[in-house]
């Protein structure tokens, strides 16, 4: 039987209008990653979103809830690229050091230079230590990979799966606000020489 020439079209997609919400976090997002989160002014999120200022707080009570939503919407989205990119399978030892490459690069992609890295990563790791919003979104990746490791037996039983997150996320800021400290500027290397076997069970990667 030959085959029909000609494709049958499928219905066409329908672009899902964006709410006010998400719009003005769209807009935080890129203005932050272009200028910088402590140099972008509320009108300039404002006149991106395209809504006046003041309605700005009908959906965010203040500048420091908005950048704290912007946070965790930046931390969710290194995750989801970094799940697309590792495969549970094998020792954990390698997936935690690609997790960390990845998350060190990502970050540099999402700004536009070391600069804003290290503002964006002191305000993540400030905001970690007391609010659970955060943390949460953290462990929404780190989690299930820790867990794979232990199922494993690959992961020191002594070390909670906080204190191995917190443990990660402060060589994060030491790497990315004092790059200069890291010999020759090769992170890969730190973070398997350095960060990831601490965390492994004997100590070795």
């Known amino acids: 039987m030959a085959k029909a020439s000609a494709s049958v079209a499928g219905p066409a997609e329908v672009a899902v209008p964006r709410t006010a919400r998400e719009r003005i976090l769209d807009a935080a997002r890129s203005a932050f990653r272009q200028n910088g989160i402590a140099a972008t002014p509320l009108d300039e999120v404002a006149a991106l979103a395209g809504v006046a200022r003041p309605n700005l707080y009908r959906y965010f009570s203040s500048r420091e809830e908005l950048v704290r939503q912007v946070m965790i919407a930046e931390v969710r989205a290194v995750n989801a690229e970094r799940w697309s990119r590792i495969t549970l399978?094998?020792?954990?030892?390698?997936?935690?050091?690609?997790?960390?490459?990845?998350?060190?690069?990502?970050?540099?992609?999402?700004?536009?230079?070391?600069?804003?890295?290290?503002?964006?990563?002191?305000?993540?790791?400030?905001?970690?230590?007391?609010?659970?919003?955060?943390?949460?979104?953290?462990?929404?990746?780190?989690?299930?990979?820790?867990?794979?490791?232990?199922?494993?037996?690959?992961?020191?039983?002594?070390?909670?799966?906080?204190?191995?997150?917190?443990?990660?996320?402060?060589?994060?800021?030491?790497?990315?606000?004092?790059?200069?400290?890291?010999?020759?500027?090769?992170?890969?290397?730190?973070?398997?020489?350095?960060?990831?076997?601490?965390?492994?069970?004997?100590?070795?990667?």
């Open 89 to 205: 399978s094998g020792p954990v030892a390698p997936l935690i050091l690609d997790s960390l490459v990845a998350g060190h690069d990502l970050a540099h992609d999402y700004m536009a230079n070391v600069t804003l890295v290290a503002e964006a990563t002191a305000i993540t790791a400030d905001l970690m230590s007391h609010d659970e919003a955060l943390a949460a979104a953290q462990y929404e990746y780190w989690g299930p990979l820790l867990e794979y490791g232990r199922a494993r037996g690959e992961i020191a039983a002594h070390l909670t799966n906080e204190r191995i997150v917190r443990w990660f996320l402060t060589n994060h800021v030491l790497v990315s606000e004092r790059p200069v400290l890291v010999p020759d500027g090769d992170v890969r290397a730190w973070f398997a020489d350095f960060v990831v076997p601490p965390v492994l069970a004997g100590g070795n990667a």
